[in-house]
């Protein structure tokens, strides 16, 4: 059985992770157990998310669930990069891998699912004017070697 750690329990639930040790002390967290690590909270269902237990009064709670981008991560590669780097010693990574606001720069990409490559000559607009990319499913697991990432503010 898969588990997580009260940090990542608290990004997914999106609540605090003194909230998260509240319920588990007062017995909603199903599964939860204690580890010399801390705390291990066990995954539940398709979504693969931590089962919160009803509690007997008050409102639903109503937790605020992670939910996946709807945005395809989009992979490139940096033709400035690849010219600059026949002229280097010290190679860079030159495939872009965008997700979000999150980039990550590395030299091999892998991947399961459905993906199209799409070449548009007149594109001036999507990153740097990029000509030819790849779009992958926002939910495809993507495996990634010497990376490098960059988070940019939108």
């Known amino acids: 059985m898969e588990t997580i750690t009260l940090r ?3 990004y997914l639930l999106g609540i605090s992770r003194q909230r998260i040790l509240q319920l588990i002390y007062a017995k909603r967290v199903k599964g939860a157990y204690k580890t010399k690590q801390g705390w291990k909270l066990p995954l539940y269902g398709k979504r693969r998310m931590p089962k ?4 007997k009064r008050g409102r639903k709670e109503t937790w605020q669930v992670q939910r996946p ?10 033709k400035g ?3 600059t780097n026949n002229n280097r010693d010290n190679k860079e990574p ?3 891998v965008r997700k979000g606001s999150k ?10 699912g459905n993906c199209k490559i799409i070449y548009r ?10 000509k030819v990319w790849m779009e992958v499913d926002a939910g495809t697991q993507i495996n990634m070697k010497s990376e490098t990432i960059i988070i940019k503010k939108e």
């Open 8 to 10: 990542e329990a608290s």
């Open 52 to 55: 919160i237990l009803r509690g």
């Open 69 to 78: 981008s709807k945005k395809p991560t989009i992979i490139h590669v940096n």
């Open 81 to 83: 990069l690849v010219g």
């Open 94 to 96: 030159v495939i872009i």
């Open 103 to 112: 980039v990550t720069y590395c030299s091999e990409v892998s991947f399961e």
């Open 121 to 130: 000559p007149e594109n001036q607009e999507l990153y740097a004017g990029a």
